[in-house]
């Protein structure tokens, strides 16, 4: 199939990320008020915005890292050297930190009324942020995978804040995840957080559970879409989406 891009215009964006703003004619898009759905940011603010830290106690640290040495010596490790004496501390606090994701993040969202002038239903260009760079673990073996994300929606009543998008990635992602389920919690998020006309998610990843082990598969990259709304109808938009993401090889 070819994705090549269509006529659009860019501007540049901080951390290696860009905004897209179409400017190529799209059909009216509009939507009744009696099917006009509410935002979680109109009655559930807070939900976006809350912290849960994740609360382990000096023993318990004391007793993983216990484990970890154990599993590192049992494995070939030569343990208590100088170079190692600290290494099951620190792993651990490495997949800590990795994993806060779960915690939540205070300035996730920040959402802004459209700025399609015309009327909240007006017609209003696909917005698409990426490529956000971003790292996850994988469930089924512990090991990373990593790679670049690409967030497209087409607003409805409200905008979200530019750097929100990076930070949604972030959030599901810096977790115990799969890439598939990743890509549906941002397309889900999206819709509940600003009820979207449609979202779009393309996200491009290497994962070291295939690399590392089993088949040893160093070239191959998984690629993921999901779409919502608007974009499941309207291949032109889809194609349009695919070709603001760059060059795939």
Not at 13 to 22: A, L, Q, R, W
Not at 150 to 167: C, D, F, M, N, Q
Not at 219 to 246: I, K, N, P, Q, V
Request: charged letters at 25%; glycine letters at 8%.
């Amino acid at each position: 199939m070819d994705h090549s891009p269509m006529p659009s215009s860019a501007s540049g964006h901080p951390e290696g990320s860009s905004t897209v703003k179409d400017q190529t004619q799209q059909p009216m898009l509009t939507a009744s008020p009696v099917s006009r759905k509410r935002t979680e940011l109109e009655f559930d603010a807070d939900k976006w915005s809350a912290t849960t830290p994740r609360e382990i106690t000096a023993d318990q640290w004391r007793r993983f890292e216990v484990y970890m040495e154990e599993i590192f010596a049992a494995f070939g490790m030569t343990v208590g050297s100088q170079s190692t004496t600290d290494t099951p501390r620190r792993f651990l606090r490495a997949i800590f930190d990795a994993t806060n994701g779960y915690e939540g993040d205070e300035k996730l969202v920040t959402a802004f009324p459209t700025e399609c002038h015309g009327g909240s239903d007006c017609r209003i260009s696909q917005v698409v942020e990426g490529p956000i760079p971003f790292f996850s673990l994988c469930e089924h073996h512990g090991l990373p995978f990593h790679g670049k994300a690409y967030v497209g929606y087409i607003a409805h009543e409200h905008i979200l804040g530019i750097s929100k998008l990076t930070r949604l990635v972030r959030h599901f992602a810096r977790r115990f995840s799969l890439q598939e389920r990743l890509g549906h919690q941002l397309a889900e998020a999206l819709e509940r957080i600003v009820a979207p006309h449609g979202v779009a998610i393309h996200l491009e990843a290497v994962h070291l559970c295939t690399q590392m082990r089993g088949v040893r598969e160093i070239e191959s990259t998984t690629r993921t879409t999901h779409w919502r709304g608007t974009y499941e109808t309207d291949a032109d938009l889809r194609t349009e989406f695919l070709g603001l993401c760059g060059p795939r090889g």
